[in-house]
């Protein structure tokens, strides 16, 4: 039996996620929440009231407990789920509502608990507004903009400190506390140096966090798909566009934030090549473009009279959001019932490692790909099976 806590905030309501079950995640995950790793749990936008939300959820995971935490309510909790069978009760001078067994023993909840394990914050706008104007004269992207500020906040909410007062042993603290508690990987844990430094360095003018050891980067290899597997996943997708995103990112080795941005200037049907403008690292590349994508992009035109923005999101002037276009792959590999653990970038490694095993020369994937070091692409190599798809395994040689 599962028990399932949505906490409603504002516009959003939380539900934290902690089950070994990668059916129920990836069910979750097709209901549009988006997985927010750091605190192990979905979000999902308040579109719809939070009665409807969670009705909707009660007939989709039948015989699962849902308990509705308010953020501004009085110590009270919601819960339905037991037989089917609306039933009240009064627990520890808390209104219990559920469905049936009357020595449940759940737990009393009160939503101001939760709200204290809120702490203040410390990095204040004086600091935010200095930061950001840092940030712009050098150009750096809004992703990374972001990501600095959220580091910065995170480190002067978590040791309690304003970032004048930070010394090195609070930066040690905090780096063990998120490794700990958030299981930050090695990637994470340099950005949030990383930012860290910056904001001391160009800001505060403290040369204090100049050295310092970072951890070494994970040496995980990429998981990516079988060509039956993105046969599958497109074959279940019939939305024209959902299907296009899917097709490109993987025909073309895209990167999700360049698949969503593309403009129809970007395409080039006569000569099959597909131009990516201010990629990562603000670098422009070309790239290939498959004889059936190009097919399927003049039908595409066709159909929704396309002018400017390939994908549009809301409003049209503006391109589809990258959680869109993930939220989009999620669906689909759901429908084909995939459960390998991958996200929409698994495409792009999947592109990589496909044109490695055909033979394809891997200086000319470094450039497809957009990538500065040939030692970034050469990761694909100890994945992709190229002659080794000859080699026999000896338990095949024993019957």
């Not at 469905?99 to 203040?120: C, H, T, Y």
């Amino acid at each position: 039996m599962k028990i399932v806590y949505l906490f409603c905030e504002s516009n959003i309501v939380r539900v934290p996620f902690f089950y070994p079950d990668e059916s129920f995640f990836r069910r979750l995950a097709g209901e549009g929440g988006v997985w927010d790793k750091a605190g192990r749990q979905f979000i999902f936008k308040q579109i719809v009231p939070v009665n409807s939300f969670k009705s909707g959820l009660f007939k989709k995971f039948p015989g699962m407990i849902f308990v509705q935490v308010e953020e501004n309510s009085p110590p009270s909790i919601h819960v339905c789920g037991f037989w089917e069978r609306p039933w009240e009760k009064t627990v520890n001078s808390c209104p219990v509502k559920y469905g049936g067994l009357a020595d449940v023993g759940i737990p009393s909840v009160s939503a101001p608990v939760f709200k204290q394990l809120a702490l203040p914050e410390k990095f204040s706008e004086h600091w935010q507004t200095r930061l950001e104007t840092e940030l712009r004269s050098r150009k750096y992207s809004p992703q990374t903009r972001r990501a600095y500020q959220y580091y910065n906040r995170l480190l002067c909410r978590t040791v309690q400190k304003p970032p004048e007062e930070i010394r090195q042993e609070d930066m040690t603290h905090f780096l063990a506390l998120v490794e700990k508690d958030r299981e930050y990987s090695a990637s994470s844990i340099n950005l949030a140096i990383s930012a860290v430094k910056f904001f001391h360095k160009n800001v505060l003018k403290n040369k204090e966090f100049n050295e310092r050891h970072r951890p070494r980067h994970d040496g995980r290899l990429p998981i990516v798909l079988s060509k039956n597997e993105i046969g599958k996943i497109l074959d279940k997708e019939h939305n024209p566009k959902h299907r296009l995103i899917l097709m490109l990112a993987y025909s073309s080795g895209l990167r999700v934030s360049e698949v969503v941005a593309l403009r129809k200037e970007h395409i080039d049907l006569d000569r099959k090549i597909l131009y990516v403008k201010a990629g990562k690292g603000r670098k422009d590349r070309c790239t290939v473009l498959s004889e059936k994508a190009a097919k399927f992009i003049g039908e595409y035109y066709a159909f929704y009279g396309t002018k400017t923005w390939l994908f549009p999101g809301l409003p049209a002037t503006r391109h589809l959001t990258i959680r869109s276009a993930q939220h989009i792959f999620d669906k689909a590999i759901f429908r084909a019932e995939i459960y390998k653990r991958v996200s929409i970038h698994s495409l792009r490694h999947t592109f990589a490692t496909h044109l490695l095993e055909s033979g394809t020369d891997i200086r000319y994937i470094q450039e497809l790909l957009g990538h500065s070091s040939i030692r970034t692409t050469e990761r694909y190599t100890h994945i992709a099976r190229g002659s080794t798809l000859r080699i026999k395994s000896p338990l095949d040689s024993l019957f």
